[in-house]
Nanobody, 132 residues
Framework: QVQLVESGGGLVQAGDSLRLSCAAS?????????????MGWFRQTPGKEREFVAA????????RYLDSVKGRFTISRDNTKKSVDLQMNSLKPEDTAVYYC????????????????????WGQGTQVTVSS
């Protein structure tokens, strides 16, 4: 099994920054190595579908972003620490959502970085609230 755990959410004001982190919990199967999987962040608000926010290839060299967050959000990974971060700057009220960390289902994938159907492992989510 794979358990992803997010941290770093909270309540901030418009224009502030937050940094979300994701790591595999100690209960994750030893056969899963986050360093070999494309990782992503998604977000969801009540009544809406979960939407893609950012993704990073397993090698870290390819990144994809939702248009509305380009230039404000940065996804990064540390394969030695087996963690993935999402740095969010210049936050806006419309960024308010539950943010989910996700992992591709198969390792070494070199395409479809932002395709939701490729992500088979999900965290429980962390709330980000941006007040105006």
């Amino acid at each position: 099994q794979v358990q992803l755990v997010e941290s770093g959410g909270g309540l901030v004001q418009a224009g502030d920054s937050l940094r979300l982190s994701c790591a595999a919990s100690g209960r994750t199967s030893s056969t899963y190595n986050m360093g070999f999987y494309t990782m992503g962040w998604f977000r969801q608000t009540p009544g809406k579908e979960r939407e893609f926010v950012a993704a990073i290839s397993w090698g870290g060299d390819i990144k994809r972003y939702l248009d509305s967050v380009k230039g404000r959000f940065t996804i990064s990974r540390d394969n030695t620490k087996k963690s993935v971060d999402l740095q969010m700057n210049s936050l806006k009220p419309e960024d308010t959502a539950v943010y989910y960390c996700a992992s591709h289902s198969t390792p070494y994938n070199q395409r479809d970085y932002d395709a939701k159907e490729r992500f088979g492992y999900w965290g429980q989510g962390t709330q980000v609230t941006v007040s105006s």
